[in-house]
């Protein structure tokens, strides 16, 4: 009799461990959106993207050469966006001792040490004039097998790394659900300055208890010599490099400004009927200079680790016009800012 009632507590526990918790280590797996989340988007690829006329103006005069300023150097990824770049991640959890009851979830996310709170004690969010964060402020819940996690006072940041902007009037709902020994991530972002409608992404991890997380310590440089106040931009109509992502790819230019019908399958069948660039993905450009790539293998897993060195002669074709190196597409030394 006693046997049975340990079979049966533990069948009753186990089903509850593997549903509800995930603290742990885990491995970030890029298998979804590799391209876009390590090498980086290409200026003017808006696809999928549910923005609005002034998102895309913003967008449209965003530079690439921004990012080698003092103060975007060291600027950390916002909680919506900070689980897409390099980020194995850490989660743990605060159990208050005499209820045993969880108060609250950490994670730490491996690109810039972000780290970052939910609170599960039923508190409720501060008003609109409260302090606005890159982690902004998270409050959770069960939902069945997942954790439902609403979050705000977001400081204003960006949904893709190609410029589109996302302003400190959004809310942030994710959905934090294990199965086994892998964990998902539906994040859905609801902006009413830049956004149309909310944006759905999906986001993966495997359990890696092995896994050691290192520090990311950050100095600042200075990477291009510019005139104190400089701020790089591009005025309304005048961003050349917009029309590289069409004519390369082949994608209609109409097609490549995003909007809420992109989002959707259906809209391939559009695609068909619009005039692009060109009816076929144009081919690379020919070039007397070599490319050489190497390989790099960061923190562990070159699987999720794939950065790539350009030759100093390649790189120098990208040179913009204040004199750096700054790739057209956005990408940095290690592509995830």
Same mark, same amino acid.
């Given at each position: 009799m006693k046997r049975?009632?340990?079979?049966?507590?533990?069948?009753?526990?186990?089903?509850?461990?593997?549903?509800?918790?995930?603290?742990?280590?885990?491995?970030?797996?890029?298998?979804?959106?590799?391209?876009?989340?390590i090498e980086g988007p290409e200026i003017g690829d808006y696809l999928g993207i549910p923005l609005n006329d002034a998102a895309r103006l913003r967008a449209d005069s965003w530079d690439a050469s921004i990012l080698t300023l003092p103060e975007w150097q060291c600027r950390p990824h916002p909680a919506d966006y900070g689980t897409r770049g390099p980020a194995d991640l850490r989660v743990w959890k605060d159990v208050d001792p005499l209820t045993q009851q969880v108060i609250a979830y950490h994670t730490h996310v491996q690109w810039q040490s972000q780290d970052r709170t939910?609170?599960?004690?039923? $508190?409720?969010?501060?008003?609109?004039? #409260? &302090?606005?964060?890159?982690q902004g402020f998270s409050t959770g819940k069960w939902d069945g097998r997942a954790l439902t996690v609403v979050t705000t006072h977001l400081k204003e940041s960006y949904v893709r790394r190609n410029g589109v902007p996302r302003s400190d009037r959004a809310t942030l709902v994710e959905h934090w659900i294990r199965y086994g020994d892998y964990l998902t991530l539906v994040s859905i972002i609801t902006d009413p300055v830049y956004l149309t409608?909310?944006?759905?992404?999906?986001?993966?991890?495997q359990w890696k208890p092995e896994q050691q997380i290192e520090p990311y310590p950050c100095d600042v440089g200075d990477e291009i010599q510019r005139a104190a106040g400089v701020v790089p931009h591009h005025l309304p109509g005048k961003n050349d490099f917009?029309?590289?992502?069409?004519? $390369?790819?082949?994608?209609?230019?109409? #097609? &490549?400004?995003?909007?809420?019908?992109?989002?959707?399958?259906?809209?391939?069948?559009?695609?068909?009927s619009l005039s692009g660039p060109a009816a076929a993905p144009a081919p690379p450009p020919k070039s007397d200079a070599t490319e050489e790539f190497r390989l790099l293998q960061v923190r562990g897993d070159p699987l999720h680790r794939r950065y790539a060195e350009r030759s100093r002669t390649h790189r120098r074709q990208r040179t913009d016009r204040e004199g750096g190196r700054d790739d057209r597409r956005g990408r940095r030394h290690e592509s995830c800012l």
């Open positions: 049975v009632a340990a079979l049966a507590c533990l069948l009753w526990v186990a089903p509850v461990f593997a549903q509800f918790d995930f603290t742990g280590e885990w491995g970030a797996r890029f298998h979804e959106d590799l391209g876009e989340r939910i609170w599960m004690d039923g $508190r409720p969010h501060p008003g609109g004039d #409260a &302090a606005h964060t890159w409608e909310p944006f759905i992404r999906t986001t993966n991890w917009l029309a590289e992502f069409p004519k $390369r790819t082949g994608v209609p230019a109409v #097609a &490549a400004r995003g909007g809420t019908e992109t989002m959707y399958p259906e809209y391939r069948l559009t695609m068909r």
